[in-house]
Each structure stands twice: as structure tokens, then as C-alpha cells.
């Protein structure tokens, strides 16, 4: 790129160009399905909670008052969703409408958004057995997200109420701790968004946040049975998918992306870094860092390999880490930059703006329909592509929202 940050930020318009486009007006307001043809969605993962936030994104890097037009009109068709949603979880429920709304009240001081935030609030709360939410106890649909999206929005009592389950249900391994992720699961997922790893992010954060010393030394404890799983040597830093791996005709026994592999793992000892100050972490960092780079992403080597643009488990996911990387200090964005580029060559670009499709391999066709939301579709790569633009023209590059599970960089 000539001008990486011009070549980035026009990318990112025309992401939002399209996705703004997908948006359909209702009376309660701005709603999103995750496709075309689909259901309407609220949620944070590939509905419009997940919209929002790139929509607040856009609003500050480009000081157009018709995306923050749009995010409130997006905050009131959620906040209308609220009665009919029935699962609690960060990413696929009521805490990840609540932090959307909490994340529109805060940008565009919108009191029916943050009073509906505690609404939704109350929901999970009241929906709370004593120990979980629903069969999931992981980061995206369980406990660990719940806890950090209720301590995003400032509920600490809610967010220490959802991790403490974890002090009495983790099971002793050799060399550490390690959680059922789904009762019933033979399986034992080890990354951030359904294993150890996003748990000990919760951990680690409400005990943190709480002065509660023994979450910390729970997270530990967690953190030390993956390590010790790590199968890419004292340089790099690559551990299994799930032991015993989980539907093996299906799943990849390794990943490298946020959700199952060390792009992800990478922030969480990023949070680690925050919570203790320990160098150990720094070097953890900069293992995963090698071993993404190394990987041979994002070039599509195999059927499988690397088949998503996306925030989630795609390229965006590992623009957001290498974004981080440059602001905490720790590199440049030479790699950030063949992130970039990959993604404008992997967009559908033309009257209606831009979008991405992804791939999967064992369909015919393999491209599947583009999507608007945060994890698989344009909220969540344009809101990459607009820090990126800030991050090359050093201007601030901290997010207007702040995923809980990517620890904020000026924390560092």
C-alpha cells in the first residue's frame, strides 16, 4: 500500500457504506439480521449489538453525526429485543445487549440506552441458578463472558457473582486447573472463547477489580495447565484446540485465529501482563506473536487453513492483537499492513460499497453470504480497519468501546 492508512480507512467506509445499507427501520428502531434472508438480531456476536459498537466506532473516527444517528436508532431496536431474548450470555444474549447500550450511553449520553442496559441487567441476574446461566460455562454463551461484560457496564457484584462458580467446579490436572466447558462435555476446550483460557480472563479481571486475591491465583492455575500444553517450543506458542479433541471430523486440532488460537491466547496473557505486572506474560505475548506471524496466514495454504476475514476467527482478529502490539510499544505494523491488504483483496467492492464473504471448504459453494456483525462480518472488520488508520497516522488509537475480553492498551 502506497498509503496504508488512506487505502484502510476508504476500505472501512465503504465496509460501512454496505453495512448501513443491511439496516432495516422498524418502530422500535434500526434493526440487523446477521444475513441476508435471516432472522433479526440483537445480539452482540452477528446482530445488532455487535453492529452498534461499529457504528460508534465510525462516529468517532469520522465525526459524521449520521452513524451516531444510527448506533441510537440500533441501541432502541435492542433495547425493544430485551423481553423477547431469553439467553443471558455476553455474546449471544442479554449482557452483550446491555454492554452495546452501556456503550451508546457513554458515547452519545443516551439515558433510555443505559437504562435499558440495567434492565437487561436485572434479566441475567434474575436468571442465575447458583452456579450458571444455561449448559454453557465458557466466555462466549457462559459465565466468563458474563462477568466481564456485567464488569464492563460497572455491575462488580454481578461479575464476581457469575466467576465464582468457577473456585468450586475446577478440575485438578497435573499441572494446573481446567473447566467443563458444556455439561456433559468429555471434551476440554483450552482457549479464549469456550475454554480455560476465557475463563481465566474473567478470573482474572473481577479478581482484579474486586481485591479478590484467590481469583487471581485461580486464573494461575488455569493459565499453567495450558501452558503446559503448549506444543510449539520454547520460541512460539501453539496448544491444541480441545483434549480429547472435540468432533475431530470437524474441528482443526490447531488454530491460530482469537477464538482457538494464540492471536486470542495472546490476550489474555496481555491481561495477565495488566493484573500482576509479571514479565512472564510479555514473553508469552511475543511467543504467540511468532507463531501467528510464522504461521503462514493470511494466505490460504490448504483447504481449512485459513478461510475467515473476520473478527472472530479471521483476519481481523489478528489486525486487532497486531494493532495492539504497535500501541503498547512492542513492534511496528509491517504485518498489520499485509493484514490490511489482504483484506481489501479478499472484499466485494463496487456500487454498494464493501463486504466480505467467507469460506467453508466442505460446501459447495464455498463462499458463504456476507455478513454484518461483529464476529464473522463488517462491524467487526471495518471497526479493525478504522484503528489500524489511527494506529499508522499515530493519532489515538484506542477504541471508543472496548471489547472486555481485549484488555484496553493504555492500561498496559
Not at 508469552?284 to 503462514?296: D, I, K, P, Q, Y
Request: aromatic share 8%.
Amino acid at each position: 500500500m502506497s498509503d496504508p492508512a488512506a487505502a484502510a480507512e476508504s476500505l472501512a467506509f465503504d465496509g460501512l457504506r454496505w453495512l448501513l445499507a443491511e439496516g432495516t427501520p422498524s418502530d422500535a428502531g434500526l434493526t440487523w439480521s446477521p444475513a441476508r434472508g435471516e432472522d433479526v438480531d440483537p445480539t452482540l456476536y452477528q446482530g445488532g449489538g455487535g453492529v452498534a459498537l461499529a457504528l460508534l466506532e465510525a462516529y468517532r473516527h469520522f465525526k459524521d453525526e449520521s452513524y451516531a444517528h444510527a448506533a441510537r436508532s440500533t441501541g432502541s431496536s435492542i433495547a425493544a429485543a430485551i423481553p423477547s431474548v431469553d439467553h443471558a450470555s455476553l455474546y449471544f444474549g442479554l449482557t452483550g445487549i446491555a454492554l452495546a447500550l452501556c456503550a451508546i450511553d457513554a458515547t452519545l449520553d443516551d439515558a433510555p440506552a443505559r437504562a435499558a442496559a440495567t434492565k437487561a441487567l436485572t434479566l441475567v441476574r434474575s436468571q442465575f441458578d447458583g452456579t450458571r446461566w444455561n449448559s454453557d460455562f465458557e466466555l462466549l454463551a457462559g459465565n466468563a463472558g458474563i462477568a466481564l461484560g456485567a464488569l464492563a457496564c460497572g455491575d462488580v457484584e454481578l461479575a464476581l457473582l457469575a466467576v465464582m462458580p468457577y473456585v468450586r467446579t475446577a478440575e485438578v490436572t497435573d499441572h494446573g486447573v481446567q473447566w467443563e466447558d458444556r455439561v456433559g462435555e468429555v471434551s476440554r476446550l483450552h482457549h479464549i472463547s469456550h475454554g480455560t483460557l476465557g475463563i481465566v480472563a474473567a478470573l482474572a479481571a473481577v479478581g482484579k477489580a474486586t481485591d479478590h486475591q484467590e481469583l487471581i491465583e485461580l486464573a494461575l492455575g488455569g493459565i499453567a495447565d495450558v501452558v503446559s500444553r503448549n506444543e510449539a517450543g520454547p520460541s512460539g506458542f501453539l496448544v491444541p484446540h480441545s483434549d480429547p479433541q472435540y468432533v475431530p471430523d470437524r474441528t482443526p486440532r490447531y488454530s491460530y485465529g482469537w477464538c482457538h488460537g494464540p492471536a486470542g491466547d495472546a490476550q489474555v496473557f496481555r491481561r495477565l501482563e495488566q493484573v500482576t505486572g509479571d514479565a512472564t506474560w510479555t514473553d508469552l505475548v511475543e511467543r504467540c506473536w511468532s507463531t501467528v506471524v510464522n504461521s503462514g496466514l493470511p494466505q490460504r495454504t490448504e483447504p481449512g487453513f485459513w478461510d475467515n476475514n473476520g473478527r472472530c476467527c479471521g483476519t481481523a482478529g489478528v489486525l486487532a492483537l497486531a494493532c495492539d502490539r504497535a500501541e503498547e510499544g512492542r513492534g511496528d505494523l509491517r504485518f498489520a499492513e499485509e493484514l490490511v491488504d489482504d483484506l481489501g483483496a479478499r472484499a466485494t467492492r463496487d456500487a454498494d460499497g464493501a463486504r466480505w464473504s467467507n469460506v467453508e471448504y466442505r460446501k459447495a459453494p464455498s463462499e458463504l453470504t456476507p455478513e454484518v456483525g461483529w464476529a464473522q462480518g463488517n462491524a467487526g472488520i471495518v471497526r479493525e480497519l478504522l484503528r489500524f488508520t489511527r494506529c499508522v497516522r499515530g493519532e489515538d488509537a484506542s477504541y471508543v468501546v472496548t471489547v472486555p475480553d481485549q484488555p484496553d492498551t493504555r492500561a498496559t
